[in-house]
């Protein structure tokens, strides 16, 4: 067990009959009233996204979870084939599992399954990405100063805004974790 008052970012526990990760947390101490914690959690079996406030000192299960890293190998229809370097163990995932990490997955890229009591929850990407521009229009000469953006699809099928500058055959930093433009690679 432990306290929601030592809840940290990342952070796995078990409430609702669900496994959550705290994405954001808040301590609030009203002038009239007790304390309390507001937190925005992630359920890892659904990816369904809640907002839940716990009194303070209020006492949560903390699970205990595994993080494997696998190697993605192939799509066959709708499962994903992912591989254990070291037993060459092979697991399938569906789509549906993992919607969102499914933009930035290229074959033979390495991440971590996370499992919890053997049952596979998702699949963690690192925080950025490398992906090469597919499609994009070509900037046009002293666009570059206004500042703007333009849509560009990489190799995954990802839709991401670019600054003008960018081109076709470019290979980009892209943040995993809400599908934005960083840098060039």
Same mark, same amino acid.
């Given at each position: @067990? ?20 705290? $994405? ?45 890293? @696998? ?17 060459? =163990?092979?697991?399938?995932? &569906?789509?549906?599992?993992? =919607? ?8 033979? @890229? ?15 990407? &690192?925080?950025?990405?490398? $992906? ?5 229009? &070509? ?28 081109? =076709?055959? =470019?290979? $980009? ?13």
């Amino acid at each position: @067990m432990i306290s929601v008052n030592d809840f940290k970012t990342g952070l796995t526990i078990e409430t609702d009959g669900g496994i959550w990760r705290v $994405l954001e947390f808040q301590h609030v101490k009203p002038g009239k009233g007790a304390a309390f914690v507001r937190s925005k959690l992630r359920n890892l079996r659904t990816g369904a996204i809640a907002e839940k406030t716990f009194r303070a000192g209020e006492k949560v299960s903390k699970a205990q979870i595994d993080n494997k890293t @696998m190697q993605y190998l192939y799509s066959s229809g709708d499962q994903y084939v992912f591989m254990d370097q070291q037993t060459y =163990e092979q697991i399938e995932l &569906p789509a549906s599992q993992i =919607e969102h990490e499914l933009n930035f997955l290229l074959e033979n @890229m390495e991440v971590h399954i996370i499992m919890f009591n053997g049952e596979t929850l998702g699949v963690e990407l &690192p925080n950025t990405v490398n $992906l090469k521009v597919a499609a994009t229009e &070509p900037g046009i000469k002293g666009d570059t100063a206004s500042g703007g953006s333009k849509p560009a699809t990489m190799e995954t099928g990802l839709v991401v805004q670019v600054p003008f500058f960018v081109n =076709e055959g =470019e290979t $980009l930093v892209i943040n995993t974790s809400d599908g934005s433009y960083v840098s060039r690679a």
